[in-house]
T-cell receptor, first 121, second 111 residues
Framework: QVQLKQWGARVLRPSETLSLTCAVD????????WDWIRQPPGGGLEWIGE???????KYNPSLKSRVTMSVDASRGQFFLNLTSVTAADTAVYYC???????????????WGQGTTITVSS | QPVLTQPPSASEIPGQSVTISCSGT????????VYWYQQLPGKAPRLLIY???QRPSGVPDRFSASKAVTSASLAISGLRSEDEGDYYC????????????FGTGTKVTVL
């Protein structure tokens, strides 16, 4: 059973950089895309971006100027960096495995447990 | 950032059926697959439906979905207490830059 285990600093001050890691356990790394999604307190899901198997990245246009995603395939890990955080970035952050390749196009079929990030001065 | 519009809530008694709508545009639902995710209280989201109407293994056939031109719907039949939670649709959107968009979410309450 494939699992995603994620971790990172949970409390940040405004203007700091959010850094999260997600590790793939029990399954392959190559052949999939790797996504980050967040959910503010009491709110809905917001897609942050995706690191595709091709090496390309796609980001939410509203966050693009502050987001960087990368991977270390040799260790089965992928990373999220979000710079210049504010209170509006307070949310639960999820990592997810995605497969949109034809014909299956499964979507985000494996999710991490979530990491609660609080931005406060 | 475009979003997909869902009703904020839906409720029904156990055993009955509930249907959740998801309204999009030609640039998202109109040309791409729709996905549905279930989020039970305090849990991470879980894939419920992929490629418009396909159920991953382990998802009961009480859950079904369909897609029209620029809208989609999720139906839950034989409602059970463990179905109570939030449901989100999602699709890729090709406006300007390609990005994934989620629906606004629907809270399903089992009365």
């Amino acid at each position: 059973q494939v699992q995603l285990k994620q971790w990172g600093a949970r409390v940040l001050r405004p203007s700091e950089t959010l850094s999260l890691t997600c590790a793939v356990d029990g399954g392959p790394f190559s052949g999939f895309s790797w996504d980050w999604i967040r959910q503010p307190p009491g709110g809905g899901l917001e897609w942050i971006g995706e690191f595709q198997d091709s090496g390309k990245t796609k980001y939410n246009p509203s966050l693009k100027s502050r987001v960087t995603m990368s991977v270390d395939a040799s260790r089965g890990q992928f990373f999220l960096n979000l710079t210049s955080v504010t209170a509006a970035d307070t949310a639960v952050y999820y990592c997810a495995r995605a497969d949109y390749s034809a014909p299956e196009a499964y979507g985000m079929d494996v999710w991490g447990q979530g990491t609660t990030i609080t931005v406060s001065s | 950032q475009p979003v997909l519009t869902q009703p904020p809530s839906a409720s029904e008694i156990p055993g009955q059926s509930v249907t959740i709508s998801c309204s999009g545009t030609p640039s998202n639902i109109g040309k791409n697959y729709v996905y549905w995710y279930q989020q039970l209280p305090g849990k991470a989201p879980r894939l419920l439906i992929y490629r418009n109407n396909q159920r991953p293994s382990g998802v009961p056939d009480r859950f079904s979905a369909s897609k029209a031109v620029t809208s989609a719907s999720l139906a839950i039949s034989g409602l059970r207490s463990e179905d109570e939670g939030d449901y989100y649709c999602a699709a890729w959107d090709d406006t300007l830059t390609t990005s994934c968009v989620f629906g606004t979410g629907t809270k399903v309450t089992v009365l």
